[in-house]
């Protein structure tokens, strides 16, 4: 039987091969070393920051963070470097998700076998 630390290392190493995911190390690339994206990929990161942090506070968002997320949206749509990188973004999470529902499926029919009796 094999260790299955051995398969997650094997597998943590075959997604850094990804097309996918050095897609995604080249985009944050080109974030990084445009001026303007990485201003505005930073003022992203710490608007959702904000964001989380209200949430788990339990406070809802205001009008004024909804209104603030409506003109930071459009202005990262407007930049097509940081669209990039949301696209990229996009496509390893959908990786990611379909690797976890791959890797969760032992657990799902354990659960599904129960609510059958």
Known sequence: MAN???TVNKLE???REHEDFKALQVAMA???ADQDAAALY???R???LDLQM???LGQDMSEDDVEAA???QDKMTANETIQTLLESEQKVSQLLDDINRIVTR??????QAGQTN
């Open 106 to 111: 032992p657990i799902q029919e354990v659960y």
């Open 70 to 72: 409506k003109k930071l």
């Open 30 to 32: 080109a974030v990084l």
């Open 4 to 6: 299955i630390y051995d």
């Open 46 to 48: 710490s608007f959702q």
């Open 13 to 15: 190493l075959e997604l």
């Open 42 to 44: 930073e003022e992203f």
């Open 54 to 56: 209200k949430s788990q």
